[in-house]
């Protein structure tokens, strides 16, 4: 009798003990609800975040999966941020610069006019300081999110017109779809702006509501069909050398995560960073040819139009600095960090023309 009790009661452990790590693996594994700011089929601007969906359920083996949700079918793009913080979802896909209007900042954590080229934006927020101001942020204006550089792209065109643009008098009295902090140098140069979302671009152009657009880079802006309405193509793309896309997850989510899930769901982010990058360089020569056989005209801005952009951006600079304390913040260390690399870019990179 004694040894029956003594078995029954040694089951009923080990069943606890069974039923005990099942139940802890089950509320292990994480599912992020993931809307996203660009389609999913748009290259190196949507696919990062579909390939890290992919990868995420790869590495973890199965404890944390991502289901993402094309632009404005849970969530609207520009309204990710607040649905993040408020925790109606628990992670979203955007671009800090959406943001800008909520917090002047955030266009520096996007892209910068004339800004860091892709090596330089990367080296800044990872082992300079620029994470902990990326972080700082979202916290300091109440936003209950953790961030997490997702992707990175390079240089973008910079724009698209119906006819060439010789001198800023051109520019003058356009209407154009423009992005973060350009668009505040555009308007200086008497250019009207709006930031339309991707899908909306070719219907604008093609109905005249707009003259010009800027959106990506070429491989993304041919998807998008701009080819087809405009065609002087204007490089280089002075108001975004890079352009950097960012995670949100609810923090409330994230401190529920276990170590290894959030350093697997950082270093899949991190990968990704270098998977876009690589995606996006390898296909734009191939659409460029392609464009031009089409009777795209590529342009490159001369030396006088950069040189203008450049001023007035120096005057953008000089008035959101003074405008907002963080902003100031913000610039103040990307330009120092900036300065030191200087020496470091000056000696180590062949001129363009040498290439």
Known sequence: MKKFVK?????????????????????????????????????ALGTPIKWVSEQLKVMSDGSIKMKIYEPGKLVAPKEILDAVSAGKINSGYATAGYWQGKMPAAALFSAVPFGPEAGEYMAWLYYGNGMNLYQEMYDTNGYNVKVIPCAIISPETSGWFSKEINS???????????????????EKLGVSTSQLPGGEIFGALEKGAIDASEFSQPAIDQRLGFHKIVKYN????????????????????????????????ENTCKASMTNAIAEGESMQFDVMAKAQENGVNIRYWSDDMLNTFNEKWQEVVAEKTAGDEFFNKVWTDMST???GYDLWEANAFLPRAAR
């Not at 800023?168 to 555009?186: C, H, I, Q, T, W």
Request: with cysteine; hydrophobic share 45%; proline share 4%.
């Open 7 to 43: 078995s029954i009661l040694s089951t009923a452990v080990l069943s606890a003990a069974v039923c005990g790590t099942v139940t802890a693996q089950a509320a292990d594994k994480v599912l992020l609800k993931t809307p996203i700011a660009f389609g999913s089929h748009l290259p």
């Open 168 to 186: 800023p008098e051109d520019l003058k009295g356009l209407n154009m779809r423009f992005f973060g902090l350009g668009a505040s140098v555009m």
């Open 234 to 265: 204007y490089f280089p793309g002075w108001h975004q050398q890079a352009t950097v896309f960012e995670l949100l997850v609810n923090k409330d989510a994230w401190g529920k995560m276990s170590e290894g899930q959030q350093a697997i769901i």
């Open 337 to 339: 960090f900036r300065k």
